[in-house]
């Protein structure tokens, strides 16, 4: 089996697509072994997530529908960052927003790249601890349902395929796996 030392594509052009809440950009690149290619792909601001555990072990979530996926979905609190905001900033503000809760204790759990074959995006998962509740302002466009769960039957809900949502797989098992219990 070959190996690369310097696997980098270097950009030659670029040109976006589509401007709008995101963009698309399309990107012309030398590859490592002098030709050129085409990249498209979606160019994010980032985003937070935000795992809001309470006093009690349970975890707030949120439903709401998906267009995309044509179905009500139950997921964490997340957003898009806005030009300039922190990740942090971004989730506590998506908190507020979506689920109506302050916490007192922030933790980073973790940032992973959802879909790095055609995006740029980074996605920032936090613990909230210490939460108060408080009134949700969700955007003009945002309909959601906010309910606290055990962390028992939120993994069911993962293991039964109930809840299919990355980001929120992602924060509750890398929960359960480095930071419960320790």
Same mark, same amino acid.
């Given at each position: 089996m070959?190996?690369?030392?310097?696997?980098?594509?270097?950009?030659?052009?670029?040109?976006?697509?589509?401007?709008?809440?995101?963009?698309? &950009?399309?990107?012309?690149?030398?590859?490592?072994?002098?030709?050129?290619?085409?990249?498209?792909?979606?160019?994010?601001q980032g985003a937070s997530a935000i795992?809001?555990?309470?006093?009690?072990?349970?975890?707030?979530?949120? =439903?709401?529908?998906?267009?995309?996926?044509?179905?009500?979905?139950?997921?964490?609190?997340?957003g898009k960052r806005e030009k300039g905001q922190t990740p942090l900033s971004c989730a506590k503000a998506e908190l507020a927003q979506e689920a109506g809760l302050h916490a007192s204790k922030w933790k980073k759990l973790?940032?992973?790249?959802?879909?790095?074959?055609?995006? &740029?995006?980074?996605?920032?998962?936090y613990l909230a601890r210490g939460l108060k509740r408080g009134k949700s302002c969700p955007d003009e466009d945002e309909f959601l349902n906010v309910k606290k769960f055990s962390l028992n039957k939120i993994y069911?809900?993962?293991?039964?395929? =109930?809840?299919?949502?990355?980001?929120t797989i992602i924060a509750l098992l890398f929960y359960r796996s480095f930071v419960a219990g320790k």
């Open positions: 070959e190996h690369y030392s310097k696997l980098k594509e270097t950009k030659v052009s670029s040109r976006t697509l589509y401007h709008g809440i995101v963009d698309f &950009n399309e990107d012309v690149v030398r590859l490592i072994n002098g030709k050129k290619t085409t990249r498209v792909y979606l160019v994010h795992l809001p555990l309470s006093d009690d072990g349970q975890v707030y979530l949120v =439903q709401q529908y998906r267009y995309p996926v044509g179905r009500e979905t139950w997921e964490l609190p997340a973790t940032v992973f790249t959802p879909s790095n074959a055609f995006s &740029n995006e980074f996605l920032h998962i069911k809900m993962i293991e039964k395929g =109930q809840i299919q949502d990355a980001k």
